[in-house]
Structures are given as C-alpha cells and as structure tokens.
C-alpha cells in the first residue's frame, strides 16, 4: 500500500524557524514534492526534492532521505501569511499513472 | 499566459443526479490529472490522461469517468452522486506524462462540489 504521514497541526510565532516532517512508505518513487495550500485554494508549488539532501529556496528548504523515507519541510523567518496548509506528495512514475500521492496535510498557524 | 481553468467554480447537486466538471490546461499541455480533495485531507488521485488516452486510474467507483478532448481540455463526470463526494475537484496540467518530469504539474483553482 501506500502510505504517507504528517503532522495535522502545528503553530509557530512569527520570525521563528519550523520544521514540517514527512515519512512515506510507497510502491514506487519519482522524487517527493511539498506543496502550500491555503484554504479554498489550489496547491502551489514549493518544492521539489528527488535525491538525498537539501534543496534551499529563500526561506524555504525541504531535505529528502530516501533510505529512511524521510522528508522535512523547513520555514524560516515565518510571516503570518505562511499560514496555510502543507502537503507532502510522493511523485510515481508514469507506468505507475504519473500520479502524486498526497499525505494529509499539516495545517500550520503563524501567531503574532 | 492563462494557468489551469476550472468551471464551474462551485456546484450544489443533489443525491442521485450526474455532474461535469470541466479543465483547460496550461496552453501546450498534453496531460490533464484529476484529483479529489475532501474537507481536512489530502488531494486523492482520479485520473491521468495523456494525449487523449487514460494513463492512469486511482481507486474510485464506476460512477466516475473522464476523458480528454483533442484540444486537450478534460471532463470529469460523477454519476448518481453520494454525499460522500463533496470535495474540491482539481485538475492538474503538465506538458508531459506526469511521472517523466514531476517538475510540470499546475493545479487550477478547482471546483467545489456540494452533494446534498
């Protein structure tokens, strides 16, 4: 099966660093996207992690470990329009349906 | 450049009754996925479908089916609607097969479907 978790809720104060996790457990794995969604809205690109490291884009880093099926979202300087919800998506491969494979999301409040 | 379109941008439908929802993708996209989103969760995986083909199928019922149209725009369509599929409906766009190049997938602002 496939599996993928996050936590469902986090709050941080505004100018402070958080770390979002992500573990996955899936069939198959063409790199691991995060995405931000607020409420209402579509999900928008973040990030895009398909070997092991860190990948930094502006306040925004996501590591990946593929041996531990690890992943982590990091938002530094948080403002308080960061508030939104966080995605981790498995990408599969395009014999698998090309499809992403979604945890839960992690809804994050920013407070002042 | 237009992004991913979406209509109708909300649907109230009753149990029992059938629903099209439409997606244009990004200008020069050949593929077109669905995903359903219920309230609190993460997006769930329709449909994929690739230059007018069916590339892909999650786990949903009959009752759901789409298909892509030479101009690559897409429909999904729900027969006999439960209560259990109000969502957001997105679709996401990408130039390729989604899975080649995970960096191309745009989702469009979706639909918002209420069964009552």
């Known amino acids: 099966g496939q599996n993928i978790d996050q936590p469902t809720e986090m709050t941080a104060t505004e100018g402070a660093i958080v770390q979002i996790n992500c573990t996955y457990q899936t069939s198959g794995f063409n790199g691991l996207f995060w995405y931000q969604q607020h409420a209402g809205e579509a999900p928008t690109f973040l990030s895009y992690?398909?070997?092991?490291g860190l990948e930094e884009k502006g306040r925004f880093s996501s590591f990946l470990s593929r041996s531990k099926g690890y992943s982590y979202l990091l938002l530094k300087e948080l403002q308080m329009k960061d508030s939104a919800s966080y995605l981790c998506a498995v990408s599969m491969f395009y014999n698998q349906g090309g499809k992403l494979i979604f945890g839960q999301g992690t809804e994050l409040s920013v407070k002042p | 450049d237009a992004g991913v379109t979406q209509s109708p941008t909300h649907l109230i439908k009753t149990r029992g009754q059938h629903v099209t929802l439409r997606c244009s993708p990004i200008?020069?996209?050949?593929?077109v996925s669905w995903y359903q989103q219920v309230l609190g969760q993460g997006p769930q995986f329709i449909f994929q479908?690739?230059?007018?083909?069916?590339?892909g199928r999650g786990n949903f019922p009959d009752r759901f089916s789409a298909r892509q149209f030479p101009n690559y725009s897409s429909e999904l369509n729900v027969n006999a609607l439960l209560l259990g599929d109000s969502a957001l409906y997105l679709c996401a766009s990408s130039l390729g097969l989604a899975g080649g190049n995970p960096y191309e997938q745009y989702f469009g602002p979706g639909t918002r479907l209420t069964v009552t």
């Open positions: 479908y690739y230059e007018k083909e069916e590339r």
């Open positions: 200008s020069g996209h050949k593929s």
């Open positions: 992690n398909v070997l092991d």
